[in-house]
């Protein structure tokens, strides 16, 4: 696969949140109910598509017409836009060119 830019308008949102790995499966639940609420108020412009947690980072992608949607979103959770917009996306197979 070569690399893809503009990979369907995704934008990454990474939030800094101390302890996110070792949140339960119901805390995650409740994370993730909020995250599909959000994009709905959002809409049209929005869809959050998933979530990587790590040990104190949520990394979320995002379909979004506007890199100002996902800040007006980290600011509903009271949280804070660190990197954006996704500008390529690799895999394995990018190396063969």
């Known amino acids: 696969m070569p690399i893809q830019e503009n990979p369907h308008d995704a934008i990454h949102d990474q939030r ?6 070792d949140r339960s499966a119901k805390t995650l ?7 599909n609420a959000v994009p ?3 809409a049209p412009g929005i869809k ?10 949520i990394y979320c992608v995002y379909n979004a017409a506007s890199e100002q ?11 804070r836009l660190i ?12 190396a063969k060119g």
């Not at 639940?29 to 995250?35: D, G, L, T």
């Open 16 to 21: 800094e949140i101390t302890g996110a790995g």
């Open 29 to 35: 639940c409740a994370a993730s109910k909020h995250s």
């Open 40 to 42: 709905a108020e959002l």
């Open 48 to 57: 959050w598509r998933h979530s990587y947690v790590a040990a104190n980072e």
């Open 69 to 79: 949607l996902i800040r007006e979103h980290a600011e509903s959770r009271d949280s």
């Open 83 to 94: 990197r954006s917009p996704i500008s390529a996306v690799i895999d394995p197979s990018t």
